[in-house]
């Protein structure tokens, strides 16, 4: 495992940052604020308006598992299947995170399992509903709901499943495939492996 130190960062790069994560339009205030457990944050997540992309999505589609794992796994954001089921990592992708799972020992059970923006981001095009990736202020306006299921969870290791999730748990833009497989400890204490989305694996799975 490889732990990475913090640094600050020089005016040049604070700058490219800022423009990297605008700052979103955010409500004065947070219902959230109240909750004290994950249902309760997740029912108060289902009015969710911090920015635009629940105009489009059927629901929001908040974590789950266990309040107290020791694990917690970050995706990027609901697919179209989790978006009707209302449940995070049924889809596709979550087969081949099951399988995963399975292959190495893990009761999916036993770890929580969310994404880094809780609605569903998408082109229409005819019947169907194309993933659109999240745009840096929308994984920022949602990191709120993130921070506050790491502050109730208070999991050992978050598991940082592609790019976008690892941007909203690290706060910069992570090269996925130069640090996959490393272990970044944040300020807080918090390990965080980087590895790549399962979608990523359906991909290549697919005929040229």
Not at 94 to 112: P, S
Not at 152 to 169: C, D, E, F, H, R
Request: glycine share 8%; net charge positive; proline share 8%.
């Amino acid at each position: 495992m490889i732990a990475r130190m913090q640094t600050n960062p020089t005016p040049h790069h604070a700058k490219v940052q800022a423009r990297r994560w605008p700052k979103p339009e955010l409500p004065e205030t947070t219902e959230g604020d109240d909750a004290r457990s994950i249902p309760e944050l997740s029912e108060v997540a289902k009015a969710c308006r911090r920015c635009p992309l629940w105009r489009n999505a059927t629901q929001t589609v908040f974590g789950e598992g266990p309040d107290k794992a020791k694990v917690i796994f970050v995706g990027e954001q609901p697919g179209d299947q989790e978006d009707l089921a209302g449940k995070p990592f049924v889809g596709p992708a979550g087969k081949v995170f099951d399988a995963i799972l399975e292959d190495a020992g893990v009761d999916r059970l036993k770890v929580y399992v969310t994404n880094a923006v809780k609605h569903f981001k998408f082109e229409p095009r005819g019947k169907r509903r194309i993933h659109s990736k999240p745009n840096a202020g929308e994984v920022q306006a949602c990191r709120w709901w993130l921070d506050k299921e790491l502050e109730m969870i208070k999991p050992n290791l978050a598991v940082a499943l592609g790019a976008t999730a690892a941007q909203s748990l690290l706060g910069k833009v992570v090269p996925i495939m130069k640090m996959r497989g490393e272990v970044v400890e944040r300020d807080d204490g918090l390990r965080v492996f980087v590895t790549i989305h399962p979608s990523f694996i359906l991909r290549i799975r697919e005929p040229a």
